[in-house]
């Protein structure tokens, strides 16, 4: 009789669980309660951010980045002739507790050391006072030797030596100021670039006209990192392989014909582009902007152009330029550490800060949220900026990711301030509305031919600019990419747009290209194919695709394959150069929410890899309710450049953890429902997955 019974709720147990497995239903005692430690995570994360709300309402959280940027502002201070000594003792040290035990300087932690970085920081040490007998600076030459020296550093690395006379101008390609004045329906023009490479650009195409050279002492130079042969013989940006008739010849014979030019008088258009490009560059850095695109290059070289322009260190101009230049700057007296941000990033993590209390329980009129939504709607961007000239919408509107960037909102950011905004009850609901059906409508126009979003611009991907010799910094383009694009899926879908409707139709097929073989999609603006497969599933999910086709469950099963044994999630941004490490890292509070957020939105949240993740997520909360989080996962130029989002580690596992918890009441009044009855006391009595 009892053996009978055992295999009699075997078999019931088995034929439920084919019934029910793609359900987030399981049936279970109506009695049972929901794990406790869920619960209290979800609490103290809560706490812990609002606890760093601003005054005003919003969150900034420190963006972590390489030493390049205290590389940088050693070399500034030296070419400006204007040395803050106790600054740069401090950028020292900076540098120097980074080295790594090879000599080098990488640019994510776990990563190898790269040339640019080690260069750059070589030199900022040079320029302090170090002497290249030092252990140190001797480590770090034998490994810039070894990955090529100075030759196999880009442009941009080169350019900064040669406004320092460590490296010949006749060596860098030319960047004419003339190119300002090419109209915008000529094939190259400065709208065919990315926003930001366009905000480098025209600053360094003064400066390439000026060349304004300091010309140091002979022992700053850098003769010793040049591998023997190379710093006097010939020279080629052709790549390896690459043949003179390519369309690399092609640029690099346009160039050779610049550098003949550049060195006659035979400039008709010289003076009216550089005046164009002047007035080009004050409109940006104005009252309404923190600096030149409010990122750190652009304001790097816009103080640079200014100064050759003839503006000296009393013109308000300058001195606003200088200012917002070190508003950059983070003094962290706790660690005596001095780090330099590549921009703030307000508009963002007050955003994904919103969503995430909000989508975890705390009320949506609560004063916390609502100050906060008042705060970004304050924010709208509302002139027409550089992406009026590839997208002229007649309804200025969106967010910039900084606090003052009225040249340059962006679509990633409009999106999830919309996303926001969307859960937030405040009392001007009428504003509210008419400000999200603008940017709604603003977004919606800046879809590409392909179906896709891109960051700043419309239809912004010639591929063939990618060739030009100053375009090695692998940014050059805005290409439309599958997490914004996913992003505004999302987005459509939470604000009720029908998945009929022919844009939406577009996006969809345009992720269905994009997806990679195994089911991944690689992630442009996060580390990286984690980060686009999470926010793809996201995406088709809200716009109501159907969750159980072969192509999504690819892609859930490809994020289950990534799972580490002690079941978090994390990649490392290597994978952008060698996919074979896609998904492969130690695991991360952010990727590991990612992951789970992505196989949850395909609707089964209790699976192993779910129940696995959140347990990770809870077991690493940490006393006062954030998460540690050392590696980078933020990415600014794939292979270049990489930032860590200093809220990531407490916004994202607090939003899916706090959906995990909402899911999961609702399953188990799903449950009591089913549970009753005679077909409830026939079936085995089964249990949640216990965190």
Not at 152 to 166: D, I, N, Q, R, S
Request: with cysteine.
């Amino acid at each position: 009789m009892h053996s009978g019974r055992v295999f009699l709720e075997k078999e019931n147990r088995e034929e439920n669980r084919a019934t029910f497995h793609s359900s987030p239903l399981i049936l279970v005692e109506e009695s049972l309660n929901l794990p406790k430690k869920v619960e209290e995570t979800i609490k103290k994360a809560q706490s812990y951010l609002l606890s760093i709300q601003k005054e005003d309402g919003h969150w900034v959280g420190e963006l972590f980045v390489d030493v390049t940027l205290a590389c940088d502002c050693i070399h500034l201070m030296h070419w400006r002739g204007k040395i803050d000594y106790k600054k740069q003792l401090r950028l020292v040290k900076h540098i120097v507790d980074r080295q790594l035990p090879d000599g080098g300087w990488n640019i994510y932690p776990g990563g190898p050391s790269e040339v640019n970085a080690t260069v750059k920081a070589y030199f900022a040490l040079k320029l302090a006072g170090f002497s290249p007998d030092d252990p140190l600076m001797a480590k770090a030459r034998s490994t810039i030797l070894r990955l090529g020296g100075i030759p196999k550093c880009m442009t941009y690395t080169k350019l900064g030596l040669a406004l320092l006379g460590v490296y010949p101008w006749d060596r860098l390609p030319v960047i004419p100021p003339e190119i300002i004045l090419f109209p915008n329906w000529f094939p190259f023009n400065i709208y065919e670039i990315s926003a930001w490479s366009r905000a480098m650009l025209v600053p360094l195409s003064v400066i390439h006209h000026f060349k304004p050279t300091r010309n140091l002492p002979e022992k700053y130079q850098l003769h010793e990192l040049f591998p023997y042969g190379t710093e006097h013989g010939k020279f080629s940006w052709l790549k390896k392989g690459a043949r003179y008739l390519s369309k690399q010849g092609l640029f690099l014979a346009c160039d050779k014909f610049l550098q003949y030019w550049d060195k006659t008088s035979l400039k008709p258009f010289r003076k009216m582009a550089l005046k164009k490009a002047e007035k080009w560059i004050l409109e940006r850095i104005s009252a309404g902007s923190d600096g030149l695109g409010a990122i750190f290059p652009a304001m790097h070289y816009a103080i640079m152009a200014l100064i050759a322009m003839g503006y000296t260190e009393d013109n308000p101009i300058l001195k606003k330029a200088i200012a917002d230049f070190e508003g950059l700057e983070v003094d962290d007296k706790k660690h005596d550490d001095l780090r330099i941000q590549p921009c703030l990033s307000p508009v963002w993590d007050t955003a994904v800060s919103l969503v995430a209390l909000a989508e975890s329980g705390v009320a949506r009129n609560a004063k916390e949220l609502k100050k906060a939504a008042y705060w970004l709607l304050d924010r709208e961007v509302k002139i027409k900026g550089d992406w009026y000239v590839r997208n002229p919408h007649p309804e200025p509107s969106g967010w910039a990711f900084e606090y003052n960037n009225v040249y340059y909102p962006d679509v990633d950011d409009t999106l999830m301030v919309l996303l926001a905004l969307r859960l937030i009850d405040i009392e001007d609901k009428i504003r509210k509305e008419e400000v999200m059906q603008r940017a709604l409508r603003w977004v919606i126009s800046f879809q590409c031919k392909n179906g896709g979003w891109a960051a700043f611009d419309k239809d912004v991907y010639k591929k063939w600019l990618e060739d030009i010799p100053f375009a090695d910094h692998n940014a050059i383009l805005d290409p439309p990419c599958s997490d914004i694009t996913a992003r505004a899926l999302e987005l459509f879908g939470k604000m009720g747009i029908k998945k009929t409707e022919r844009f939406v139709q577009k996006a969809i097929a345009y992720l269905k290209e994009t997806q990679e073989n195994d089911g991944s999609w690689m992630g442009r603006w996060g580390v990286n194919y984690i980060y686009g497969t999470w926010q793809a599933l996201r995406g088709l999910q809200a716009i109501g695709e159907n969750m159980n086709q072969e192509w999504i469950l690819r892609a859930r099963d490809w994020l289950e394959s990534c799972q580490n044994e002690d079941g978090g999630w994390g990649e490392t941004p290597a994978s952008y150069d060698n996919p074979q490490l896609k998904g492969k890292g130690p695991s991360t509070a952010s990727q590991t929410a990612w992951a789970v957020s992505g196989i949850m939105a395909c609707g089964d949240i209790f699976r192993p890899s779910v129940t696995r993740g959140i347990k990770y997520l809870c077991d690493r909360q940490l006393p006062d309710g954030s998460w540690a989080e050392e590696f980078l996962t933020g990415t600014g130029f794939p292979g270049v450049f990489y930032l860590k989002y200093d809220m990531y580690r407490n916004a994202w596992p607090l939003l899916v953890i706090g959906e995990y918890h909402r899911q999961y009441l609702k399953a188990k009044e799903q449950v009591s429902y089913w549970v009753d009855g005679t077909i409830g006391r026939k079936l085995k009595k089964e249990r949640l997955p216990e965190i």
